[in-house]
């Protein structure tokens, strides 16, 4: 059971790596934490001013290119936890370093102050009375945390909880004139008030938040409208194209591959509360930028009041507002909509056709369909790519026609063969050989399982299915030989590729797999071979059997 016990720590360890990496870290970064955690933490918290940024030489602190280790001094303004019998203090953290000319392979928990300002300070006492030094060196995933802007150097009464004392700082900041300020405190009691996702920050009440926002997004000030309608609509799907593959996992016909599907829920109900203010802005004459998000920020209200509104934005001589306008048909299916998408299918604008090209996946709209076959193939690489995955998120059912018309395509083969596969992968057994073998690729594929992988994954879930004495008998050697090119994704495929010719009785396969295995990864797979040897019950029943499912 050791071993066991070390594998699972070894899967939890690269499961952090990867979905940090695709977060844009490589390197491992744990979870946010609430302000209660963030206050258990912190040996003192102060607010304070900013009085001098001076170098700092500490053992503490090791060296990163891009970084620099500091002593801020600070005039102490309030005590809300721990003692400070001085009212200057010194804080020691990491600040971006001035001029910094190296790429960076890691960041640690950095805070980069400007003198003359006031903070909110969690932090950790040192040996040093009034010297204090941040929280920890790597930073949470959201990176700032530890530090907080403040809008004044007033006392801070110190009979509330740190969730209303750190409220009350940003409800001053909101009402601040100064701009940064304002986009600021947007941006923060947004963070922390979403309550889904990695983090689940829920410091503050969303519509408590909302209620204190809203009204920014008629600000006359580009930055801050643009903040809060961002805020307002962060529930509607449509708000960000880079949402789209989740909202498709999500909604979608098709188990989506490699792809975490939309978790912010069916209905935009912060939506439903500020729609009217959000219609006038988009009514209105403000920047395209704004009038642009106040309609992406209306998706899963599903009003038919807005779908009124809709007939006026779709025939807006803005390009990028017929786009949104477009996207937003996804909550409005029916023959006006049909009707609406295969006129705007025509569009000269790139960008209208790429929203239809989007929203009948979005909106599964079947009766569109038709449609994505000449936009599969517009000159436009953004276009087919959203018709592409249009056709991947719909029901194999209704696309068979076009996967099987586009199939032996060199740039849509290895998408649309695993999709024919994942449904009966029986007739496509040499192509998807084939495309492990070749590793293919597609210019179309953004995101979810590499192509050759899933067809890895397809493939060997068909082998298994297979009749023993079949396998036994050398009738589905190539396909194994196609399964010995697992690449180096991790440990797993060859792992459990091992486990079944060990269940199989395929013997000197399994022997010559393991020899061949020991010459071709850049990793030991013999720690992972022995495991299989040591528990081979465990992985046939329990990481072969489930593992590969694709359907």
């Not at 844009?24 to 003192?44: I, R």
Request: aromatic share 12%; proline share 3%; with cysteine.
């Amino acid at each position: 059971m050791k071993s066991l016990d070390k594998l699972f720590s070894l899967i939890f360890i690269l499961f952090l790596f990867l979905f940090y990496s695709i977060l844009g870290h490589t390197y491992l970064v744990g979870p946010s934490f609430k302000l209660e955690k963030l206050e258990s933490e912190s040996d003192v918290i102060f607010k304070a001013q900013v009085v001098s940024i001076n170098p700092l030489k500490n053992s503490w602190f090791e060296e990163y290119c891009g970084f620099d280790a500091s002593a801020t001094e600070m005039q102490i303004i309030s005590v809300i936890k721990g003692e400070i019998p001085e009212k200057k203090g010194v804080f020691q953290h990491y600040r971006e370093a001035q001029g910094d000319q190296c790429g960076r392979m890691f960041s640690p928990q950095s805070y980069n102050f400007q003198i003359g300002r006031s903070y909110l300070v969690f932090a950790k006492k040192t040996d040093q009375q009034a010297i204090f030094r941040q929280l920890w060196k790597n930073h949470k995933s959201k990176e700032d945390q530890g530090v907080f802007w403040t809008a004044d150097d007033q006392l801070i009464v110190k009979n509330i909880s740190i969730n209303e004392i750190v409220w009350e700082e940003f409800i001053k900041l909101l009402n601040s004139k100064d701009t940064k300020n304002v986009v600021y405190a947007i941006g923060q009691l947004d963070l922390m008030s979403r309550n889904v996702g990695w983090d689940k920050l829920d410091d503050f009440d969303r519509n408590r938040v909302m209620a204190a926002m809203h009204h920014f997004v008629f600000s006359d000030k580009d930055e801050v409208a643009t903040a809060a309608i961002k805020a307002l609509g962060w529930y509607s799907p449509y708000l960000d194209d880079q949402n789209a593959q989740a909202w498709l996992a999500h909604i979608g016909g098709r188990k989506a591959q490699g792809i975490g599907p939309w978790d912010r829920g069916d209905v935009n109900e912060i939506g439903q509360k500020y729609w009217n203010e959000l219609v006038s802005v988009a009514d209105g004459t403000g920047s395209i930028e704004k009038r642009t998000l106040a309609i992406r920020s209306l998706g899963l209200i599903k009003k038919s009041e807005i779908f009124e509104h809709l007939q006026k934005w779709i025939n807006d001589p803005e390009p990028i507002i017929r786009q949104a306008a477009v996207i937003l048909l996804s909550d409005y299916p029916g023959p006006a909509t049909s009707a609406i998408l295969k006129q705007l299918s025509k569009d000269k604008d790139s960008n209208v056709k790429y929203a239809v090209a989007r929203v009948i996946g979005l909106g599964q709209m079947d009766e569109s369909i038709y449609l994505l076959d000449p936009l599969i193939k517009d000159e436009d690489i953004n276009v087919g790519v959203a018709a592409v995955e249009s056709v991947l998120s719909l029901a194999p059912s209704k696309v068979d026609d076009l996967l099987k018309k586009y199939k032996d395509d060199p740039d849509l083969r290895p998408l649309f063969v695993n999709a024919l596969a994942q449904v009966n992968a029986e007739p496509y057994r040499d192509e998807l050989a084939e495309i492990i073998n070749k590793k293919s690729e597609s210019k179309y594929f953004r995101g979810g399982t590499i192509p050759a992988f899933l067809s890895w994954k397809i493939l060997f879930k068909n082998i298994q299915d297979q009749d023993k004495k079949k396998i036994q008998s050398g009738a589905l050697d190539k396909y194994l030989d196609a399964l010995e090119n697992t690449g180096q994704h991790s440990s797993s495929e060859p792992r459990d590729l091992y486990a079944f010719y060990i269940h199989e009785e395929l013997t000197e396969r399994a022997k010559a797999f393991r020899e061949k295995c020991k010459s071709t990864f850049s990793f030991d797979m013999e720690y992972f071979f022995k495991m299989v040897d040591e528990q081979s019950n465990y992985y046939i029943n329990n990481s072969i059997r489930h593992n590969y499912d694709t359907n």
